[in-house]
Each structure stands twice: as C-alpha cells, then as structure tokens.
C-alpha cells in the first residue's frame, strides 16, 4: 500500500529566507507525485507535479520539487518566500492507473507560517 | 469555466438527521472524487467514482452513500449524521485515473 510521510507538521520562516517542505512516499511501483497548497479556508490548489521526465520539476509561485526515486522523498522548496506563502501544504501520490492503485494518497499537512 | 463547484458551503446538523452534498463539475471529467479533511490527518478519500452510474468505497465510506447518475455531477449522502462527521467535505474530478485532481471550495458541516 502506499503512503506518504509529510516530516514537519508546521514550518515557521521569516519573510525572504529560503524554506524547504520534506514529503517521503512509499511505494513498491512507479508514483505520480503532487504538492497542493490549501490557503484559509479554501479548498487545494495544485503547485506542481511530477509524472514522468526531469526529477526537478518547477509550479506556480516560484516554489520547485525535486523527484529523488532512491530517496524516496519529494521535497518542496523555494528560495525566498513571502507572507502570502503561509499556507497548508500537502503532499500527495498515486500509481498505475488501474484500481485503487490510481487514487491520490495524501499527507497529513504542513502549515507553513511565514513572519515579517 | 466555473471548475468544480459545492453546495452548500455550511451546515448544521442534529445527530440523526440526513443530508445530501452536490458537486457539480463543467470539465467533463471522468473521476470524481468525496473526501474529507480533519485537523492534521490531512484528507481521506470517502468514495469515488470512474465514470457516469459508477461508484467505489474509498478509505473511510462508513455512514456515506454516493450516486453518479449524471457525468457532471456526484452526490454525498449522510442518511443519519453522527457527532463523528463533522468535517470539511471536498469534491474532486480529474481527467486522467492518478492524475491531478481539481477541488472544490469546500463543505463546512457540523453535527451536533
């Protein structure tokens, strides 16, 4: 069965220093892998993803994952962040296509909290 | 494109009354998609469904019932609200099986 292990419950940062969000999956087949964000009270939004190609993949908002199969981990990161990053973060994967296998699997969060 | 939409936003429940969800979608995706999310457990997958008059028990279907009778739309149902319910509800659709979901705003619903 798959999982995934979101590292950090909660991230505080101050404004324009770097962040990095740690997300481990365990799977015994090929993943698709996601990060969503979720600001107050609305519903998630999709960053980045990784299906296939190029193990650094770049989203929305300046933030890029690196897809690291040996490791297992898909961290999340972004060089300088602002106070309109302070989120919820999830982390998420599926597999094959077929049967309960394709279904997204997702972590439990990590609330980043960026601080002026 | 108005996405993926819920209705309703909020509501509030005594212990056994019951209740229906509408997500409607205008992508004309296959997948939909019930979950719910609960303070630091993230979001859990109630039911699902992989096409119009097709429903499948995800990892917490207990206390729901789900119908797809139309592509654009799938419905929740709670036929007797229990305390343990109260969440924030979320429907989502995707084109492709594994691939990305898109959400909707949310369901607030608490059972007293």
């Known amino acids: 069965a798959q999982s995934v292990t979101q590292l950090d419950s909660q991230v505080p940062v101050f404004e324009e220093a770097p962040v990095e969000l740690r997300c481990n999956y365990s799977?015994?087949?090929?993943?698709?892998l996601f990060w969503y964000v979720q600001y107050p009270n609305q519903g998630l939004q999709l960053l980045l993803k990784?299906?296939?190609?190029?193990?650094l993949v770049k989203g929305i908002n300046g933030f890029e994952a690196e897809f690291n199969k040996s490791q297992t981990s898909f961290h999340l990161r972004k060089p300088s962040v602002h106070i309109s990053d302070t989120a919820e973060y999830f982390c998420?994967?599926?597999?094959?296509?077929?049967?309960?296998?394709?279904?997204?699997?997702f972590g439990k969060g990590t609330k980043l909290s960026v601080k002026p | 494109n108005a996405g993926v939409t819920q209705t309703p936003k909020f509501r509030v429940l005594k212990t056994g009354q019951s209740m229906t969800l509408l997500c409607a979608q205008d992508?004309?995706?296959?997948?939909m998609y019930w979950y719910r999310q609960d303070p630091g457990m993230g979001l859990r997958l109630i039911h699902y469904?992989?096409?119009?008059?097709?429903?499948a028990k995800g990892e917490v279907p207990d206390g729901y019932n789900v119908s797809r009778l139309k592509k654009q739309n799938f419905l929740l149902g709670l036929e007797s609200a229990a305390p343990s319910q109260t969440s924030v509800y979320f429907c989502?659709?995707?084109?492709?099986?594994?691939?990305?979901?898109?959400f909707g705003p949310g369901t607030r619903l608490t059972v007293t």
């Open positions: 989502a659709s995707s084109q492709l099986r594994g691939g990305e979901q898109y």
């Open positions: 799977s015994s087949v090929s993943v698709y």
């Open positions: 990784y299906l296939s190609g190029s193990t």
């Open positions: 998420a994967v599926s597999g094959p296509r077929g049967g309960s296998q394709g279904n997204l699997i």
């Open positions: 992508m004309n995706h296959e997948y």
């Open positions: 469904s992989v096409g119009e008059g097709t429903t």
